[in-house]
């Protein structure tokens, strides 16, 4: 079976190749219900249709950016003389420009129109909105209801109905409708009123409910992916309303709207540019064109959807939703659903298999009751006189088969996949884990390795300046003691211009009237010590005029910026160059530094080497490490270019992140876990080691290095360094991105990264599993991870490991219940069959017993919650087996067991129990092989363990299907007797049942303590080292 699953539903976790998807589909044989089956499978079909709808928007929209005025009348379907006109509506609301001509006026990118409207001033205008302070919050309902919600149109959330029809569309359930009002009409014939009724309405009711149970569980799943689904498109936007920049949700945005953009950042909506520095944008996503596009005062149109590559700026919302082109570009995107996981597509290839077999047994046990049949009436001379009676027990044979098929084709396998994964989602969303891709939920268990960030991740992410070296001296930062920190007043004017300058955070005035620093946390922590000094940053910035700006990125890890003086500031109306950034980069770049009375001296070669001891003493003290520097420009330097050396150090800052609570109990989890934490930081080496040990990362025998001196390494080098590399530090995102492929191609690790920036995106995309930052992460890096860690914390990407592994082991238990009841329901039917000429179960109890194991054993052992166990157990492999020698062991053996009592009750039940009536034989036979599957099941809670009752009462779905199915057992067997074909049993007989079925937990202890020859642990994990392996 292995060979064969792997040969034809063997699939890629991430991006799988078409050919793949196409191979599997057509290896899947014998679907009861496809509309089920495959609803949570990707329409490959529908897919092509919709990407070629895509890219036919995306040429029209190339056709508008590059052959503007060509295609103008091309895109622009409506009149122009009747988008100028402005609707009553809008008039009345003070508006002076419709909504049609916004959205054209952005999507047609035509200045001349723009300049007949006054420029981005004018259409602020005639928006009646102040670009500097905003919209005032009284005004939003009204711009909401004219110019609409900047949400797109999506397809209205199936109904209920629309569930109970796709459950209805089960091939066997159909034929079992048929057989049921045939044997409605024959019994009415045969038996007359009500008795005629009985057989055929009792199948009747069992299907409806197993229809209503199954419609009910899928629906519920549809509403949980909805849900996840709505928040995966959620993207906060930082907007200035009322004069205060605030962070809104980017449905919660509207026409009129001033919104801030910096590097990462998704577009939220069309729009104008205000003002910025170096903003490029990357329309690939609209236009396909992959060369950025720089956006400045003559090309100020800003489109939906796209992605700001550098820089920042400043916008004005002109049209939202579905008046945007990402609105209608994203309709397509829908279309086509997700990628099916490896998990459902071999389960998917397990059911075919089992199908296969389960055909073979209804088609023989059908054949073995009719020739019998016929055998008995050729003996009794009765061949040729037939009655209403024969055809009544030839279609129950029929019915009889056919429900062996309905029980032997496991349609739940696959999707009891989707329920532990919808299950495993809602929970890791409340525990701040999003997963945007199904696969990464599974592909998590199978992680080895992950290569984790140090800001924000392991460490808080709150940073403080606690250290500064200025003039020549090292001094410690207290608030209470500032006199101490900068000593003159010179030193403190030339260290606020640095620091209030040169930054891309912002001072805001929040609800609560306090002032508010929205920015990075390195960031933020400088202006927090800046405004020690100097409480006015607006004040200060106001002096200045920023000439250019050069934004920070992980490339050259420093920020520049170009200002002139108005007048009255520092410098009399010259030019200054700030810069700020990594320490070693920075330090490079100077020399002279500040002295005491703020004049620049040169630094000697001793100084430099001092003040390099200085920088690795705060990075031995686990301290983040920047330098500010400044440079006059001459006055008679026309140019706007940032020099690159001959700057002043003003200072060197000490930044304390600390660790985070519990990170290093994560971290020893993990290495417990079999999975090695590697931590890629573009800090120095020292802070980064520091950390490193503190947090447990570090150990005696790994290696620490620098990006640049791996990168210098040749293929055999690598080889040596690799797999005891445990730091790398002043990484670029192209060395993150290198390790993460070797580590995957050449060691064949399942690994899982960590990013925040713009330029993580290629090792986000290239990992088995990318892990964004919620908040410190940029847009960019969210969409090209797989999940996304809302708290930025490691104990919850620990966390997400733990239930990805809970969701394979959930199925492996999941699939040893349904393949024990597949084999023992199959065998009883197919030998009492051959033995007796009758089957002991009749269609209504086999199709009760379908739903005990399919729908209902999906639920109680596919959402059970993972255990603190599923951790101390190395990765799930990457090539495991679904179904291992330790399952199959306990799904022979139970079956033995079942087969065994059942066939004694068979054929020596009457006497054993002194027994009046085959009914009543037929009744505990049934009985006692319900009670045998619910303590199967509970023996299935764990495969390997003797102890199946830990953490049983945590897992209150499972207590709530045993006890609901044990209820339902009762007034099948008690109440609905004629409905059903069963007689009410006495206590004594209940009894048996009941004892049957429980030693079953004894035989399933006892299958347990047999050895059994691997090499591997039962769920495909490597064994754990042990004794001299371990040393």
């Given at each position: 079976?292995?060979?064969?699953?792997?040969?034809?539903?063997?699939?890629?976790?991430?991006?799988?190749?078409?050919?793949?998807?196409?191979?599997?589909?057509?290896?899947?044989?014998?679907?009861?219900?496809?509309?089920r089956r495959f609803r949570m499978v990707a329409d490959l079909a529908k897919r092509a249709e919709a990407e070629r709808k895509r890219r036919k928007i995306q040429e029209k929209i190339r056709i508008a950016l590059y052959v503007q005025k060509a295609a103008l009348y091309f895109i622009d379907a409506v009149d122009r003389t009747e988008k100028l006109k402005i609707?009553?509506?809008?008039?009345?609301?003070?508006?002076?420009?419709?909504p049609d001509e916004l959205s054209s006026l952005v999507r047609s990118h035509d200045l001349k129109r723009l300049d007949s409207h006054g420029g981005v001033d004018g259409i602020s205008k005639k928006l009646s909105v102040s670009l500097e302070n905003g919209l005032s919050p009284a005004d939003i309902p009204a711009r909401r209801n004219l110019f609409g919600e900047?949400?797109?149109?999506?397809?209205?959330?199936?109904?209920?109905?629309?569930?109970?029809?796709?459950?209805?569309?089960?091939?066997?359930?159909?034929?079992?409708?048929?057989?049921?009002?045939?044997?409605?009409?024959?019994?009415?014939?045969?038996?007359?009123?009500?008795?005629?009724?009985?057989?055929?309405?009792?199948?009747?009711?069992?299907?409806?409910?197993?229809?209503?149970?199954?419609?009910?569980?899928?629906?519920?799943?549809?509403?949980?992916?909805?849900?996840?689904?709505?928040?995966?498109?959620?993207?906060?936007v930082h907007v200035t309303r009322a004069a205060n920049r605030q962070k809104v949700s980017i449905y919660d945005l509207v026409v009129g709207d001033v919104v801030n953009l910096s590097i990462g950042d998704q577009v939220p909506a069309d729009g104008l540019f205000i003002s910025g520095y170096s903003l490029y944008i990357d329309e690939s996503s609209l236009s396909?064109?992959?060369?950025?596009?720089?956006?400045?005062?003559?090309?100020?149109?800003?489109?939906?959807?796209?992605?700001?590559?550098?820089?920042?700026?400043?916008?004005?919302?002109?049209?939202?939703?579905?008046?945007?082109?990402?609105?209608?570009?994203?309709?397509?995107?829908?279309?086509?659903?997700?990628?099916?996981?490896?998990?459902?597509?071999?389960?998917?290839?397990?059911?075919?298999?089992?199908?296969?077999?389960?055909?073979?047994?209804?088609?023989?046990?059908?054949?073995?009751?009719?020739?019998?049949?016929?055998?008995?009436?050729?003996?009794?001379?009765?061949?040729?006189?037939?009655?209403?009676?024969?055809?009544?027990?030839?279609?129950?044979?029929?019915?009889?088969?056919?429900?062996?098929?309905?029980?032997?084709?496991?349609?739940?396998?696959?999707?009891?996949?989707?329920?532990?994964?919808?299950?495993?989602?809602?929970?890791?969303?409340?525990?701040?884990?999003?997963?945007?891709?199904?696969?990464?939920?599974?592909?998590?268990?199978?992680?080895?390795?992950?290569?984790?960030?140090?800001?924000?991740?392991?460490?808080?992410?709150?940073?403080?300046?606690?250290?500064?070296?200025?003039?020549?001296?090292?001094?410690?930062?207290?608030?209470?003691?500032?006199?101490?920190?900068?000593?003159?007043?010179?030193?403190?004017?030339?260290?606020?211009?640095?620091?209030?300058?040169?930054?891309?955070?912002?001072?805001?005035?929040?609800?609560?009237?306090?002032?508010?620093?929205?920015?990075?946390?390195?960031?933020?922590?400088?202006?927090?010590?800046?405004?020690?000094?100097?409480?006015?940053?607006?004040?200060?910035?106001?002096?200045?005029?920023?000439?250019?700006?050069?934004?920070?990125?992980?490339?050259?890890?420093?920020?520049?910026?170009?200002?002139?003086?108005?007048?009255?500031?520092?410098?009399?109306?010259?030019?200054?160059?700030?810069?700020?950034?990594?320490?070693?980069?920075?330090?490079?770049?100077?020399?002279?530094?500040?002295?005491?009375?703020?004049?620049?001296?040169?630094?000697?070669?001793?100084?430099?080497?001092?003040?390099?001891?200085?920088?690795?003493?705060?990075?031995?003290?686990?301290?983040?490490?920047?330098?500010?520097?400044?440079?006059?420009?001459?006055?008679?330097?026309?140019?706007?270019?940032?020099?690159?050396?001959?700057?002043?150090?003003?200072?060197?800052?000490?930044?304390?992140?600390?660790?985070?609570?519990?990170?290093?109990?994560?971290?020893?989890?993990?290495?417990?876990?079999?999975?090695?934490?590697?931590?890629?930081?573009?800090?120095?080496?020292?802070?980064?080691?520091?950390?490193?040990?503190?947090?447990?990362?570090?150990?005696?025998?790994?290696?620490?290095?620098?990006?640049?001196?791996?990168?210098?390494?040749?293929?055999?080098?690598?080889?040596?360094?690799?797999?005891?590399?445990?730091?790398?530090?002043?990484?670029?995102?192209?060395?993150?991105?290198?390790?993460?492929?070797?580590?995957?191609?050449?060691?064949?690790?399942?690994?899982?990264?960590?990013?925040?920036?713009?330029?993580?995106?290629?090792?986000?995309?290239?990992?088995?599993?990318?892990?964004?930052?919620?908040?410190?992460?940029?847009?960019?890096?969210?969409?090209?991870?797989?999940?996304?860690?809302?708290?930025?914390?490691?104990?919850?990407?620990?966390?997400?490991?733990?239930?990805?592994?809970?969701?394979?082991?959930?199925?492996?238990?999941?699939?040893?219940?349904?393949?024990?009841?597949?084999?023992?329901?199959?065998?009883?039917?197919?030998?009492?069959?051959?033995?007796?000429?009758?089957?002991?179960?009749?269609?209504?109890?086999?199709?009760?017993?379908?739903?005990?194991?399919?729908?209902?054993?999906?639920?109680?052992?596919?959402?059970?919650?993972?255990?603190?166990?599923?951790?101390?157990?190395?990765?799930?492999?990457?090539?495991?087996?679904?179904?291992?020698?330790?399952?199959?062991?306990?799904?022979?053996?139970?079956?033995?067991?079942?087969?065994?009592?059942?066939?004694?009750?068979?054929?020596?039940?009457?006497?054993?129990?002194?027994?009046?009536?085959?009914?009543?034989?037929?009744?505990?036979?049934?009985?006692?092989?319900?009670?045998?599957?619910?303590?199967?099941?509970?023996?299935?809670?764990?495969?390997?363990?003797?102890?199946?009752?830990?953490?049983?009462?945590?897992?209150?779905?499972?207590?709530?299907?045993?006890?609901?199915?044990?209820?339902?057992?009762?007034?099948?067997?008690?109440?609905?007797?004629?409905?059903?074909?069963?007689?009410?049993?006495?206590?004594?007989?209940?009894?048996?049942?009941?004892?049957?079925?429980?030693?079953?937990?004894?035989?399933?202890?006892?299958?347990?303590?047999?050895?059994?020859?691997?090499?591997?642990?039962?769920?495909?994990?490597?064994?754990?080292?042990?004794?001299?392996?371990?040393?």
């Amino acid at each position: 079976m292995d060979d064969y699953l792997k040969k034809n539903f063997d699939v890629e976790a991430k991006r799988p190749s078409e050919e793949n998807l196409k191979r599997w589909r057509s290896a899947v044989w014998l679907v009861k219900n496809p509309r089920r089956r495959f609803r949570m499978v990707a329409d490959l079909a529908k897919r092509a249709e919709a990407e070629r709808k895509r890219r036919k928007i995306q040429e029209k929209i190339r056709i508008a950016l590059y052959v503007q005025k060509a295609a103008l009348y091309f895109i622009d379907a409506v009149d122009r003389t009747e988008k100028l006109k402005i609707p009553d509506d809008v008039k009345q609301a003070g508006f002076n420009i419709s909504p049609d001509e916004l959205s054209s006026l952005v999507r047609s990118h035509d200045l001349k129109r723009l300049d007949s409207h006054g420029g981005v001033d004018g259409i602020s205008k005639k928006l009646s909105v102040s670009l500097e302070n905003g919209l005032s919050p009284a005004d939003i309902p009204a711009r909401r209801n004219l110019f609409g919600e900047n949400k797109f149109l999506e397809k209205p959330p199936r109904p209920l109905w629309m569930f109970v029809w796709d459950a209805m569309q089960d091939l066997t359930l159909i034929m079992l409708i048929v057989c049921s009002f045939i044997s409605v009409a024959v019994g009415l014939a045969t038996e007359g009123w009500p008795k005629g009724l009985y057989d055929g309405i009792g199948i009747i009711l069992c299907i409806l409910l197993v229809v209503a149970v199954t419609a009910l569980s899928d629906y519920k799943q549809s509403l949980q992916f909805r849900d996840l689904d709505k928040e995966k498109r959620n993207v906060t936007v930082h907007v200035t309303r009322a004069a205060n920049r605030q962070k809104v949700s980017i449905y919660d945005l509207v026409v009129g709207d001033v919104v801030n953009l910096s590097i990462g950042d998704q577009v939220p909506a069309d729009g104008l540019f205000i003002s910025g520095y170096s903003l490029y944008i990357d329309e690939s996503s609209l236009s396909g064109e992959s060369e950025p596009v720089q956006i400045e005062k003559g090309r100020p149109f800003l489109l939906s959807g796209t992605k700001v590559q550098e820089g920042s700026g400043r916008m004005v919302v002109t049209s939202v939703g579905m008046k945007t082109e990402w609105g209608r570009l994203m309709v397509t995107l829908s279309e086509g659903g997700d990628d099916e996981t490896p998990l459902q597509v071999k389960l998917n290839g397990v059911a075919t298999v089992i199908g296969k077999i389960g055909l073979v047994f209804a088609v023989l046990t059908f054949a073995v009751l009719t020739v019998r049949y016929l055998s008995v009436k050729v003996m009794d001379g009765e061949i040729a006189s037939w009655s209403m009676l024969d055809v009544v027990n030839l279609l129950n044979f029929f019915a009889v088969a056919v429900t062996i098929l309905v029980v032997a084709v496991p349609e739940g396998l696959p999707l009891a996949v989707t329920l532990s994964l919808a299950f495993a989602m809602k929970k890791l969303m409340n525990d701040r884990a999003l997963i945007r891709h199904l696969s990464a939920c599974e592909t998590m268990g199978s992680a080895s390795c992950i290569c984790t960030d140090k800001t924000g991740t392991l460490t808080t992410n709150h940073m403080v300046v606690t250290k500064i070296w200025m003039g020549g001296e090292q001094r410690s930062v207290d608030a209470k003691k500032l006199e101490n920190v900068v000593a003159s007043e010179k030193e403190k004017q030339v260290l606020v211009d640095a620091l209030f300058l040169n930054t891309a955070a912002d001072v805001v005035r929040g609800k609560d009237g306090k002032s508010e620093i929205l920015g990075s946390p390195t960031e933020t922590a400088l202006i927090e010590f800046g405004l020690l000094f100097h409480k006015d940053f607006r004040g200060l910035r106001q002096g200045w005029e920023i000439l250019k700006v050069e934004p920070f990125n992980s490339v050259k890890k420093k920020m520049s910026v170009l200002v002139q003086s108005r007048g009255g500031g520092e410098g009399g109306g010259g030019k200054r160059a700030f810069v700020k950034g990594a320490s070693e980069i920075i330090f490079g770049m100077c020399d002279k530094s500040v002295g005491k009375d703020g004049e620049s001296l040169p630094i000697s070669e001793e100084q430099r080497k001092m003040i390099s001891g200085v920088i690795d003493g705060f990075a031995c003290e686990a301290l983040r490490t920047l330098c500010v520097g400044f440079r006059d420009m001459e006055q008679s330097c026309d140019e706007l270019s940032i020099p690159e050396e001959g700057y002043t150090l003003v200072a060197l800052v000490g930044i304390k992140d600390p660790l985070r609570p519990g990170v290093k109990e994560a971290v020893e989890t993990c290495l417990n876990a079999g999975i090695l934490v590697r931590m890629v930081t573009g800090d120095n080496i020292n802070t980064a080691k520091a950390i490193a040990k503190e947090c447990g990362i570090l150990t005696s025998d790994g290696i620490a290095i620098e990006g640049a001196e791996l990168r210098d390494k040749s293929g055999e080098e690598m080889k040596n360094v690799l797999p005891k590399l445990q730091v790398m530090a002043r990484s670029l995102p192209l060395d993150k991105h290198k390790l993460v492929s070797m580590l995957r191609k050449e060691y064949q690790e399942v690994v899982a990264v960590t990013g925040d920036g713009t330029n993580d995106a290629p090792a986000l995309h290239e990992a088995d599993i990318g892990l964004a930052m919620g908040i410190a992460g940029t847009e960019v890096a969210k969409e090209s991870a797989d999940v996304v860690i809302m708290d930025d914390n490691f104990a919850t990407i620990l966390n997400v490991a733990k239930w990805g592994r809970s969701v394979y082991i959930n199925i492996q238990k999941f699939v040893q219940f349904q393949l024990t009841v597949n084999i023992v329901a199959l065998m009883t039917n197919f030998i009492c069959a051959c033995v007796s000429g009758s089957a002991p179960l009749t269609a209504v109890e086999l199709l009760w017993v379908n739903m005990i194991m399919d729908t209902l054993g999906a639920l109680a052992l596919a959402t059970e919650p993972p255990h603190d166990g599923l951790m101390k157990q190395p990765p799930v492999g990457r090539n495991a087996h679904i179904i291992t020698r330790v399952m199959w062991r306990n799904i022979i053996g139970q079956s033995i067991y079942q087969l065994i009592v059942l066939g004694v009750l068979q054929f020596y039940g009457m006497e054993m129990l002194n027994l009046d009536s085959d009914a009543t034989l037929r009744s505990l036979i049934f009985n006692t092989f319900v009670f045998c599957q619910v303590f199967n099941e509970i023996n299935s809670r764990d495969v390997e363990q003797i102890n199946i009752f830990r953490g049983i009462l945590r897992s209150w779905i499972f207590i709530m299907i045993m006890v609901s199915t044990v209820g339902f057992q009762v007034v099948m067997v008690q109440g609905l007797c004629k409905f059903a074909g069963t007689v009410p049993l006495s206590g004594k007989l209940w009894a048996v049942s009941v004892l049957v079925g429980a030693v079953g937990l004894v035989v399933g202890a006892l299958l347990k303590c047999i050895p059994v020859p691997t090499n591997k642990h039962h769920d495909g994990y490597e064994p754990l080292p042990s004794g001299p392996d371990l040393a």
